[in-house]
């Protein structure tokens, strides 16, 4: 974070930047602990280099979450300030703490409890990034093969798989009967690997860093399941709140195409290969 930025910060917070240090977990963005002149302690994101409206999408993208999680066992941090020029998001810093037995159901109940506060549509008004990837939230839809097929998956295959167009088109022909019961949408994270759940003090689970739109919930499940910790407490505790449609389990690894494609997008790698072999598992 440079002058500009601390200046700019300081201004807008009405305190002056006294201290500033780097933490981990942000693999686009600059994320730092920022100590201000009057004693408050804020969490700064902030990156010149990164795609314009990133972080303001994501404030809207937390603040939806924040109103999903109420008071429940899943905290998300609260938007303080977004700036677009230099571009900078304030958040309120999460002490760290230590996962204790309670944080994994904490955070299935949580999770259940977030996904069926529910969205008006499969999509969001407006369009977003995973990570520093597009993602197509609009127009949104009632039809949610439709919507995953058109706005999750085609995009990222013609950038990750562009040789592969007859394995997709097979995919969407079966993917009616593929994607288990109609569910209502569900307010999704959409980036739900373990590097965005913090734990905090008590062993409080915190959700960071979404991707957020109205989704199939199994999708948060997937990811978590794919990029985090297969958790048994996490996934005994969701369907005390919410219970899950049969065949669930069976169809995470088809909703995981879409972080193996934004990987593939993103590292290429070995990922493009799990992710040919999810298309031919499925097709």
Same mark, same amino acid.
């Given at each position: 974070?440079?002058?500009?930025?601390?200046?700019?910060?300081?201004?807008?917070?009405?305190?002056?930047?006294?201290?500033?240090?780097?933490?981990? &977990?942000?693999?686009?963005?600059?994320?730092?602990?920022?100590?201000?002149?009057?004693?408050?302690?804020?969490?700064?994101?902030?990156?010149?280099?990164?795609?314009? /409206?990133?972080?303001?999408?994501?404030?809207?993208?937390?603040?939806?979450?924040?109103?999903?999680?109420?008071?429940?066992?899943?905290?998300?941090?609260?938007?303080?300030?977004?700036?677009?020029?230099?571009?900078?998001?304030?958040?309120?810093?999460?002490?760290?703490?230590?996962?204790?037995?309670?944080?994994?159901?904490?955070? &299935?109940?949580?999770?259940?409890?977030?996904?069926?506060?529910?969205?008006?549509?499969? &999509?969001?008004?407006?369009?977003?990034?995973?990570?520093?990837?597009?993602?197509?939230?609009?127009?949104?839809?009632?039809?949610?093969?439709?919507?995953?097929?058109?706005?999750?998956?085609?995009?990222?295959?013609?950038?990750?798989?562009?040789?592969?167009?007859?394995?997709?088109?097979?995919?969407?022909?079966?993917?009616?009967?593929?994607?288990?019961?109609?569910?209502?949408?569900?307010?999704?994270? /959409?980036?739900?690997?373990?590097?965005?759940?913090?734990?905090?003090?008590? /062993?409080?689970?915190?959700?960071?860093?979404?991707?957020?739109?109205?989704?199939?919930?199994?999708?948060?499940?997937?990811?978590?399941?794919?990029?985090?910790?297969?958790?048994?407490?996490?996934?005994?505790?969701?369907?005390?709140?919410?219970? %899950?449609?049969?065949?669930?389990?069976?169809?995470?690894?088809?909703?995981? %195409?879409?972080?193996?494609?934004?990987?593939?997008?993103?590292?290429?790698?070995?990922? /493009?290969?799990?992710?040919?072999?999810?298309?031919?598992?499925?097709?």
């Amino acid at each position: 974070m440079d002058g500009r930025s601390t200046g700019a910060l300081g201004r807008l917070l009405g305190s002056p930047v006294a201290r500033h240090t780097p933490v981990g &977990g942000g693999c686009i963005a600059d994320a730092r602990r920022v100590e201000l002149a009057d004693g408050r302690v804020v969490f700064v994101k902030s990156g010149a280099a990164l795609p314009a /409206g990133l972080l303001d999408v994501e404030a809207e993208g937390l603040r939806w979450l924040r109103d999903g999680v109420g008071d429940g066992p899943v905290a998300v941090p609260r938007v303080l300030a977004t700036v677009d020029d230099p571009p900078l998001l304030v958040l309120e810093w999460i002490e760290p703490g230590r996962s204790g037995p309670g944080t994994e159901p904490d955070l &299935g109940r949580g999770l259940a409890a977030l996904h069926a506060a529910g969205a008006d549509r499969f &999509g969001w008004p407006r369009d977003g990034f995973i990570g520093s990837v597009p993602q197509r939230n609009t127009p949104g839809s009632d039809d949610w093969a439709t919507f995953w097929c058109t706005h999750r998956i085609e995009p990222l295959a013609r950038r990750a798989l562009p040789d592969h167009r007859a394995l997709l088109d097979r995919l969407g022909a079966r993917l009616p009967d593929l994607a288990g019961p109609p569910e209502p949408p569900a307010r999704v994270h /959409g980036d739900l690997w373990s590097g965005n759940v913090l734990v905090g003090a008590g /062993g409080r689970p915190w959700l960071v860093d979404p991707a957020a739109y109205g989704g199939h919930r199994e999708v948060d499940l997937a990811m978590y399941a794919l990029m985090g910790r297969a958790a048994d407490p996490f996934f005994a505790a969701y369907p005390e709140v919410h219970p %899950l449609a049969d065949g669930w389990a069976e169809r995470l690894p088809l909703w995981q %195409l879409e972080p193996l494609l934004v990987h593939t997008v993103l590292f290429g790698g070995g990922y /493009g290969l799990q992710s040919l072999a999810v298309l031919r598992r499925f097709t």
